[in-house]
């Protein structure tokens, strides 16, 4: 995905929540942020953090998928309670 934002007064830059969510992002987690040479800005999560629920604590990959031991849980209980 690619939008434009216009840089606030102060600086600041919103990411959309689209991009956030595709990206792995979630309010409150840390990320790294670089520029190249060619002015091209990157910024990517510093840690892995759950798909779901945002936490860092506990998290695997799937599938390109980050997610946590409890989020893990819960789809599975899902699971098990369609299937029957």
Excluded: H, W, Y
């Excluded at 798909?51 to 990959?61: H, Q, S």
């Excluded at 031991?69 to 029957?84: F, G, S």
């Amino acid at each position: 995905m690619e939008t434009s934002k216009k840089i606030c007064k102060n600086g600041s830059i919103t990411l959309p929540k689209q991009i956030r969510a595709e990206a792995g992002m979630f309010p409150g987690n840390a990320v790294n942020i670089s520029t190249s040479a060619d002015g091209t800005v990157t910024i990517k999560p510093s840690a892995p953090c759950c798909r779901f629920c945002g936490t860092v604590e506990n998290v695997i990959v799937a599938d390109n998928v980050v997610i946590c031991r409890k989020c893990t849980e819960k789809l599975l209980a899902k699971v098990d309670v369609t299937n029957d």
